[in-house]
Nanobody, 121 residues
Framework: VRLVESGGGSVEAGGSLTLSCVMS????????VAWFHQAPGKEREGVAA??????TTEYGDSWKGRFRIRRSNTMVWLSMDNLKHEDTGIYYC?????????????????WGQGTQVTVST
């Protein structure tokens, strides 16, 4: 399984970005896909997750109401609105077999290389 993220960039606070993650390879067993955020100098944390089969979603409290995760058969998007400076960091797409979405910071088998988001004040 290969995951490739895109869509990162620089934006002013209050702005919006949409990140994309393309899944390729043997993705038949992938049951859940998530986006993670790693702020500078901090540990990676789960932002949102989606169940591939039925589109059920879960969000971390810091992003609930501002971010939205969506999926197609081969792609997952993270739409980010009302961006804040603390949203700055690297965003990673992750995928794994299994259907349970919580906890958000659970182990994922496959990871992308990440895409940088910088939010200026």
């Amino acid at each position: 399984v290969r995951l490739v993220e895109s869509g990162g960039g620089s934006v002013e606070a209050g702005g919006s970005l949409t990140l994309s993650c393309v899944m390729s390879g043997d993705t038949g067993d992938i049951g859940r896909v998530a986006w993670f955020h790693q702020a500078p100098g901090k540990e990676r944390e789960g932002v949102a997750a989606i169940r591939r089969r039925d589109g059920t979603t879960e969000y971390g409290d810091s992003w609930k109401g501002r971010f939205r995760i969506r999926r197609s058969n081969t792609m997952v998007w993270l739409s980010m609105d009302n961006l804040k400076h603390e949203d700055t960091g690297i965003y990673y797409c992750a995928a794994s077999p299994g259907l349970v979405l919580l906890p958000l910071n659970q182990t994922y088998n496959y990871w992308g290389q990440g895409t940088q988001v910088t939010v200026s004040t």
